[in-house]
């Protein structure tokens, strides 16, 4: 039981860096964008992603960017997580 209150990461934000910070993806900037778009959604996942860059534009139309890039491999970031996840368990 005590590993898995170890493994267990209450802000979004490291939680986030943990799970996708060693994410390839051709450009560092990428993988900020993603530390930071999978924190926010984290910390409000019921909420679209408008709604989590909170009224900013300029992250709201990163966010949106990113997700439409098609130089970004899903699968790269599939596999980070993965990664992420083996470690903990």
Known sequence: MS???????ADPR???EQQF?????GDVRRTQRLVDYAARQAAQ???????VCAGDDVVAEGA?????NSAID????????FQATARIC
């Open 64 to 68: 949106y960017r990113w997700l439409r």
């Open 74 to 81: 899903p699968k790269a970031v599939d596999e980070v997580s």
């Open 3 to 9: 590993n898995t209150r170890a493994a267990f990461v």
């Open 21 to 25: 910070g060693e994410c390839m993806l």
């Open 14 to 16: 490291r939680r986030a």
């Open 45 to 51: 996942p019921e909420v679209s992603t408008n709604a």
